[in-house]
């Protein structure tokens, strides 16, 4: 552990001597042989990215608590964009995250399947067309979740979607692995996952508790995504510390948008697994701003080294340097 942090300091000194990126002095330090894994880092990507933290109100009927949501988030779009930000991330019901019980046919004191009659769709869609049409006037991509009304009797998905920099609705994903009460009561389940690009950055998208599922940010890093934001009204466990070990373990950007109310702040994690950028802990709405950049050091070695090596090992690597021995195969074998 001495060694390399002898070896980060000396990668540092001579970018911080020469002015180059810490990717290029690494290659200094690092002469890569023709084909060697180093190549993979040449194509290096960067964009502006902005997480959001906000109030979350429960009542859709309540068609004036949607319009001050909607105003909510077109303030932080006008922050983030004075910023610098290219694309901002909104967190779970930054609109309204519709109550079970509010919803409830057997509410207010039992949950039962969600009358979404009681919704205020057009206030809600009004809002969500002022949202598009502010992403398209500030060139701000904007990636906002919703609730998503299907036909009838269909229930609707709990949804993210993504607004381009000309406001128009690119893509939308929807909550696959759902609570036990959303899946019962509230919505239909999603099928898929989605990624988009802004600036040649590839984002994946996840929602609500799936924070828990390893297996949906795997298939985000085999979809090769650099960045995936994760935006949740809240769900048990440090979902804090999980962002950080899915961002390592993928190695890519995981921006995480969560309500004012949470206990721990909305933030960006970087693919080694540091918080670069972190809202204020003290509840108020806000963005933090980062440059999702390969060439930082807290993207470099996981990018450029990590990554492509997990995938080397797991494409069958091991299997030419395996043995037929007996003192392999005889598990009780003694030193």
Same mark, same amino acid.
């Given at each position: 552990m001495t060694a390399r942090r002898n070896f980060k300091r000396q990668v540092r000194a001579r970018a911080a001597k020469t002015g180059e990126s810490y990717t290029s002095a690494l290659r200094h330090f690092l002469p890569t042989p023709p084909g060697d894994v180093m190549s993979e880092a040449g194509n290096l990507k960067s964009v502006r990215l902005a997480v959001a933290q906000s109030p979350v109100r429960e009542d859709p009927r309540d068609g004036e608590a949607l319009r001050e949501s909607g105003r909510e988030v077109r303030a932080l779009m006008r922050e983030a964009h004075a910023r610098g930000a290219r694309i901002v991330h909104f967190p779970e019901g930054a609109i309204c995250f519709p109550s079970k019980l509010v919803m409830s046919v057997d509410g207010p004191d039992a949950i039962g399947p969600a009358d979404w009659d009681r919704c205020q769709w057009r206030v809600l869609q009004s809002e969500l067309a002022a949202i598009a049409a502010l992403a398209g006037t500030l060139r701000l991509w904007t990636v906002i979740p919703s609730v998503h009304r299907l036909s009838e009797p269909? %229930?609707?998905h709990n *949804?993210?979607?993504v607004i381009s920099d000309r406001g128009e609705v690119v893509t939308r994903y929807d909550e696959r692995?759902?609570? %036990?009460?959303? $899946?019962?009561?509230?919505y239909s389940p999603g099928v898929s996952p989605v990624t988009f690009e802004v600036d040649g950055v590839r984002f994946g998208c996840l929602l609500g508790m799936e924070i828990h599922?390893? =297996?949906?940010?795997? =298939?985000? =890093? %085999?979809?090769? $995504?650099?960045? $995936?934001l994760f935006s949740t009204s809240g769900t048990p466990g440090n979902t804090a510390a999980q962002a950080q070990g899915h961002a390592t373990v993928n190695s890519y950007w995981v921006s995480l948008s969560v309500p004012t109310r949470y206990p721990?702040? *909305?933030?960006?994690v970087a693919?080694?697994?540091d918080w670069l950028a972190r809202c204020p802990s003290d509840g108020s709405p806000s963005v933090a701003v980062v440059n999702l950049?390969?060439?930082s050091e807290a993207a470099a070695d996981a990018v450029t080294y990590g990554r492509p090596w997990r995938r080397e090992a797991r494409g069958g690597i091991y299997t030419e340097h395996q043995v037929n021995d007996p003192?392999?195969?005889? %598990?009780?074998?003694?030193?």
């Open positions: 269909n %229930r609707p *949804s993210l979607y692995l759902l609570s %036990r009460t959303k $899946v019962l009561y509230m599922y390893p =297996e949906l940010f795997a =298939e985000y =890093e %085999r979809l090769d $995504v650099d960045c $995936v721990t702040p *909305s933030g960006i693919p080694n697994g950049d390969d060439s003192r392999s195969e005889d %598990r009780t074998a003694a030193f």
